[in-house]
């Protein structure tokens, strides 16, 4: 069924695509359809940040930037669904087209922005969803704001959605807002962390419950660079890394139709690269939860993932290319 839909969407602008699916998801899952899709969820919970996962397949942030669609992902049998990126004040993101398929190397070349219609949309939207599952609510900063301003959006940011987030994911690693990468290394990134990690523990304490802190970094890094980026997540007390955003490399799709876009590629080309960020980030971070992400589109994939060293793993641009069927696979691999 979805390969017939997927053929008929592809047929379209991505962007348009995307928006059309979801619509069409949220109207299978009021006919209580949904669920059929992906079949049983697959039983396998861990314990992780003090949280109960109900198996290790997440979805990543970005497919559902204003958590519109919550319930309707929810049923696709996902272990946890993440929410955003979504920056204090709403804004339009970069000009379109924006968004590239690139099928032959199972891949997709974003430069969205983080388009989003604002923080309190985002929790407005939580709020009225029915999902029960484990959410994730992925922040970032506003195009307008100065990347030595920062602080002042995640933690504006942090203060809206921790009381409906089950964790907080810090987005420092978009190749799509100019300069929000620098924030990933030396004082800018422990001044960030240990002001995030000050007010999340305040707003723990105020409310009588814990919501741990992730942080979502990129893939392209040298081994010495995610060391410094490891120790700056264990000296600020983060609770879990996120492995990797997307990459800026294009040696993999080069020559391909839009393989010289701009923006960040995601997909089967940035499965090795996530790999091996990962391994290096569990040698040096043997107790902290690792969500891995990049390039899976098979259950082979997922399992490669977590033997690298990833507890959890999270779908995006395989979900694109395989449909709800891959949550099951995925899931049924790392369980068995």
């Known amino acids: 069924m979805y390969a017939l839909a ?10 348009t695509a995307h928006g059309l699916a979801l619509k069409g998801l949220d109207l299978a899952n009021g006919l209580g359809l949904a669920r059929r899709l992906a079949g049983t969820r697959v039983d396998d919970p861990v314990e992780l940040m003090g949280l109960r996962f109900p ?9 559902d930037k204003n958590a519109d669609h919550l319930d309707a992902l929810g049923a696709l049998g996902f272990g946890f669904v993440e929410v955003g990126t979504v920056t204090p004040r709403p804004q339009d993101g970069n000009p379109r087209p924006r968004l590239f398929r690139l099928p032959e190397a199972g891949a997709i070349i974003n430069r969205m922005g983080f388009n989003n219609a604002g923080v ?12 029960d599952g484990v959410i994730g609510i992925n922040i970032g900063k506003n195009l307008t704001t100065p990347v030595e301003k920062a602080v002042d959006d995640y933690l504006t940011c942090l203060g809206k959605v921790h009381a409906h987030a089950h964790y907080i994911t810090v987005n420092i690693s978009s ?10 290394f030396g ?3 422990d001044a960030l962390l240990g002001a995030l990690r000050e007010e999340g523990r305040r707003l723990d304490e105020a409310s009588g419950r814990r919501v741990p802190l992730a942080v979502k970094i990129a893939p392209d890094m040298s081994v010495d660079e995610v060391g410094l980026v490891a120790k700056a997540l264990a000296d600020n007390a983060i609770d879990a890394v996120i492995a990797t955003n997307t990459t800026i490399a294009r040696e993999a799709v080069a020559g391909l139709a839009h393989g010289d876009e701009q923006g960040g590629l995601s997909g089967r080309p940035v499965f090795e690269a996530s790999n091996t960020v990962i391994r290096e980030l569990r040698r040096r971070l ?20 977590r033997e690298a060293g990833a507890d959890l793993v999270q779908l995006y641009s395989g979900f694109i290319y395989r449909g709800p069927e891959l949550v099951g696979e995925c899931a049924r691999a790392l369980k068995e």
């Open 6 to 15: 997927r053929s008929l969407l592809f047929r379209l602008d991505p962007e």
């Open 286 to 305: 043997p107790e902290m939860p690792i969500i891995g992400v990049g390039g899976i589109d098979s259950g082979e994939a997922a399992l490669a993932k």
């Open 55 to 63: 198996n290790r397949v997440g979805l990543a942030a970005g497919l």
């Open 187 to 189: 004082e800018q990134l």
């Open 120 to 131: 309190d949309h985002l929790v407005a939207r939580v709020k009225a969803s029915r999902y």
């Open 175 to 184: 190749p799509n807002t100019p300069g929000l990468r620098n924030l990933q």
